[in-house]
């Protein structure tokens, strides 16, 4: 299994609170990527990064910033969480996005917001 | 707008039985059509599929994709209740300034009874 791993794996919380989602990697890959996940949508790109401090939008960005300090970090945080947002969070990471490269993906982050 | 569609949504099958998934997709600037295996956690990559016609094969797995019609399928032969997992299809397209990105379809829900 690609080394990834997502911190917190559940989370509860209120509306109206910050909530930051973690993913680490330890295979100095280039690309990391947060999906969410729900039932009815599939998995849909929120943001992603090609680089330390380079990040671009997804097809569902809005309420959602990501940051990258360090390659084997990414970070996405909902400032201030809303009902909506209750997913399951996934990260991805690829090597490059050549052809014939795949996204791996993370266990999960199951995010409650009530 | 960029769509993937999968069909059937759920299928139930006994052990033994062969299936076959669906996977049609409408995108712009399309590179590749990946399928992945999800079983109440993280998907994990089966295949990549990049030119029409040619089968990938991996065990009992299959899959083959036909750029003029727009369309992959993913066999399985001789079924077990290991297989019992949600198969996710997905194409990766050019999404501009250099970027790819994945679109996924809703998943087929696969069971497996004895």
């Known amino acids: 299994d690609a080394g990834i791993t997502q911190s917190p794996r559940h989370k509860v919380t209120e509306t109206g609170t910050p909530v930051t989602l973690r993913c680490h990697q330890t295979e100095n890959h280039r690309y990391m990527y947060w999906y969410r996940q729900d039932p009815g949508h599939g998995l849909r790109l929120i943001h992603y990064?090609?680089?330390?401090?380079?990040?671009d939008k997804g097809e569902v960005s809005d309420g959602y910033s990501v940051s990258r300090s360090k390659t084997e970090d990414f970070l996405l945080t909902l400032e201030s969480a809303t009902s909506s947002q209750t997913s399951v969070y996934f990260c991805?990471?690829?090597?490059?996005?050549?052809?014939?490269?795949?996204?791996?993906f993370g266990p999960g982050t199951r995010l409650l917001v009530l | 707008e960029d769509k993937v569609v999968q069909s059937p949504l759920s299928l139930v099958v006994h052990e033994g039985d062969t299936v076959t998934l669906n996977c049609s997709y409408e995108?712009?600037?399309?590179?590749?059509l990946l399928w992945y295996k999800q079983e109440k956690k993280a998907p994990t990559f089966l295949f990549m599929l990049?030119?029409?016609?040619i089968e990938k094969k991996s065990g009992r797995l299959s899959s083959i994709l036909d750029k003029k019609e727009l369309f992959s399928i993913l066999n399985i032969t001789a079924t077990q209740t290991g297989d019992s997992a949600v198969y996710l299809c997905a194409v990766d397209r050019y999404s501009g300034a250099g970027s790819y990105q994945l679109t996924f379809g809703k998943g087929t829900k696969l069971s497996v009874i004895p």
């Open positions: 995108v712009t600037n399309f590179r590749s």
């Open positions: 991805a990471i690829s090597e490059s996005q050549l052809a014939g490269e795949t996204q791996y």
């Open positions: 990064s090609y680089g330390v401090k380079d990040t």
């Open positions: 990049t030119s029409s016609g």
